[in-house]
């Protein structure tokens, strides 16, 4: 007989289970109810280990989700559907990442991985049985690797664990291969993860379930046929490392594995912004202003970034110096006030407006853009209005795409190398922005999709009353015009856009 109580249906497998098990723990503590979890027959045992569901097991294939949702509907209207792939099922790669895109599907008011994966019915005597039989009595520090996967194969697990145990050996760090350990629950192996020097693991249940533990994890993701199809970036990766980087990539890991804590091998991200002081913005950039730095919130959570706001009432010059009627900064004191506060090569540079918005997951996609190319810069997509924060990146498509750009990342050594080039810039007018995306395109840098957001509102330096007036664009033109007749780019060239060349014409 069919009721309202909530259902979850994720059939499989493994790591997409545990991937939705955090809804439905959310639901449970929000609403006092324990929801319905459905869940195919060959994965039903991962649900022995939580209290706050109640398995409905499904007898057929994981994959045959059209079936299962008949069944589902015969329990209960209230039917939440995580699962992303099965028969019966249309999926668009909205998101950045399937496992993002299994929570936006779900309509999580929460963003992807804010949530814990809890799993507390945890069995001690079974937990202390799997180490005694795999590690011994001793018990030795030992390294975790859960290199072989169903759904995402990697070509280059026996070469890896061949290096690993060649160099740990020197070490005297065991190395378990979890390909050949068997527990009687597949949650068992978190007392092996809590007690682990590090764990190595694929895009495979492994590094879903080290979610429910604290163990540092050097991560492994698949980016075929398309990014969208790799687990994403988690607080606990010490390192992330693509598929399509092997074999070159192994002495980068087992360096890792060696020294998962290392903080050289941790950049801080060092994040500077700059806008008017709150005594001379108006209420409602202030709320503007106040909604993007929720979104920061989110993303400073993961630990790893140093807010600092920069002051021009801190330095000696500003925009009136030039005969510009504000106190606009210029943006390189703006980068040098931010380079002040690192002293490590690896460190991070983020360079935003006070109005930008973070998509959910930023973190984790500049340290692995500007870990490989030195530099990213994104093209921000603007909305109406925006009562609060995104939740999820694939929100962002219903924006609209703008031609500038609010948000730059790039190494204090980039910026060391290659600061030079860059001209003397005033921030809030026009143009900068165009000079500095188009030097980190010419070092190589990358742009990152689906990460900024942002209110459109009128600015003062776009005003046809002030555009050719205003000094700060007079000189920011003047240093564009000697940028393009140094590097031979043309004003505007639109091989260098990734956007729709109308769009950015309606937005000049």
């Not at 290199?147 to 145990?165: D, K, V």
């Not at 860059?422 to 007018?429: E, H, I, N, Q, Y």
């Amino acid at each position: 007989m069919s009721t309202n109580r909530r259902l979850y249906l994720q059939l499989g497998r493994a790591g997409d289970i545990l991937n939705a098990l955090p809804l439905a723990w959310k639901y449970h503590v929000t609403t006092g109810e324990r929801p319905l979890f459905m869940v195919a027959q060959e994965f039903a045992g991962i649900l022995d280990g939580v209290s706050y569901v109640e398995p409905v097991v499904w007898q057929g294939a994981f994959d045959r989700a059209a079936g299962a949702l008949y069944q589902a509907r015969q329990l209960t209207a209230d039917i939440v559907v995580p699962q992303i792939y099965g028969v019966g099922l249309s999926t668009t790669e909205t998101c950045t990442s399937f496992a993002r895109e299994s929570w936006f599907k779900a309509g999580s008011p929460d963003p992807w991985g804010s949530l814990p994966l809890v799993i507390d019915r945890r069995d001690a005597d079974r937990e202390r049985e799997l180490i005694d039989r795999v590690i011994g009595k001793d018990r030795p520090p030992f390294v975790l690797a859960a290199l072989e996967g169903t759904s995402s194969p990697f070509p280059y697990a026996r070469s890896l664990i061949r290096r690993l145990l060649g160099k740990l050996m020197l070490t005297r760090l065991l190395v378990v291969d979890l390909s050949t350990v068997r527990a009687e629950r597949f949650f068992d192996l978190l007392g092996l993860f809590e007690r682990a020097h590090c764990l190595v693991a694929i895009d495979t249940g492994h590094q879903h379930l080290a979610a429910a533990s604290k163990v540092p994890v050097i991560s492994l993701a698949t980016r075929d046929p398309s990014d969208w199809h790799g687990s994403p970036w988690r607080p606990e990766h010490v390192g992330r490392f693509f598929y399509d980087e092997f074999p070159g990539a192994i002495d980068e890991v087992v360096e890792i594995v060696c020294n998962p804590q290392s903080p050289g091998l941790i950049p801080r991200i060092i994040h500077v912004w700059t806008g008017a002081p709150d005594r001379e913005q108006s209420a409602d950039t202030r709320r503007r202003c106040a909604t993007a730095r929720d979104s920061w919130a989110i993303e400073y959570d993961t630990r790893r970034w140093i807010p600092s706001e920069f002051s021009a009432e801190r330095y000696p010059r500003d925009g009136r110096s030039i005969g510009d009627p504000a106190a606009v900064p210029f943006v390189r004191d703006v980068i040098e006030f931010g380079l002040k506060r690192s002293n490590v090569l690896g460190d991070i540079i983020a360079l935003t407006n006070a109005d930008v918005g973070f998509a959910p997951g930023l973190t984790g996609r500049i340290l692995e853009t500007v870990g490989r190319y030195g530099s990213a810069f994104t093209h921000r997509y603007d909305f109406p209005r925006l009562s609060g924060p995104l939740k999820h990146d694939g929100q962002l498509r219903s924006g609209t795409p703008y031609a500038g750009t609010d948000a730059f990342f790039f190494t204090r050594d980039w910026w060391i190398k290659n600061g030079h080039e860059f001209g003397d810039f005033l921030w809030a007018r026009e143009h900068w922005d165009e000079a500095l995306r188009q030097l980190i395109k010419l070092t190589g840098g990358r742009e990152i999709p689906l990460a900024t957001y942002h209110e459109r509102h009128d600015s003062f330096w776009e005003n046809p009353e002030h555009r050719s007036t205003l000094a700060g664009n007079q000189r920011n033109q003047i240093l564009i015009g000697q940028w393009f007749a140094r590097t031979g780019l043309k004003p505007r060239d639109f091989t260098y856009w990734h956007v729709n060349p109308e769009l950015v014409r309606a937005n000049s």
